[in-house]
């Protein structure tokens, strides 16, 4: 199994900056995306932005220019840097790690850390 430790949420002013970060344990595959995600009270869990192993990165279009995410796979280790936010940017987050497994693909997320961008 692959458990998610997540950290870095909480409670900051429109136009600040957030971290998020997640520690990954247990047996992974070297062929991996992981990524953060996000469901704001009443919405659908949406993407955010994922990232692969060889680097590839992926985001979704309300947050490019805005918000970076990296990983350091000696580390298991994955981040979410958030600038510029604003209030619709308040949510759950969730970390994700994907992996195939008998060409199957297995989901793991962590317990979702509360980001909330005040007025």
């Known amino acids: 199994q692959v458990h998610l430790v997540e950290s870095g949420g909480g409670l900051v002013q429109t136009g600040g900056s957030l971290t998020l970060s997640c520690a990954a344990s247990?047996?992974?595959?070297?062929?991996?995306?992981k990524g953060w995600y996000r469901q704001a009270k009443g919405n659908q869990r949406e993407l955010v932005a994922t990232?692969?192993?060889?680097?590839?990165?992926n985001y979704a279009d309300f947050v490019k220019g805005r918000f970076t995410i990296y990983r350091d796979n000696a580390k298991n280790m994955v981040y979410l840097q958030m600038n510029s936010l604003k209030p619709e940017d308040t949510a759950v987050y969730y970390c994700?790690?994907?992996?195939?497994?008998?060409?199957?693909?297995?989901?793991?997320w962590g317990q979702g850390t509360q980001v909330t961008v005040s007025s």
């Open positions: 247990g047996t992974m595959l070297s062929d991996n995306v």
């Open positions: 990232i692969a192993t060889d680097g590839s990165i």
């Open positions: 994700n790690h994907a992996q195939n497994w008998r060409g199957r693909v297995n989901n793991y």
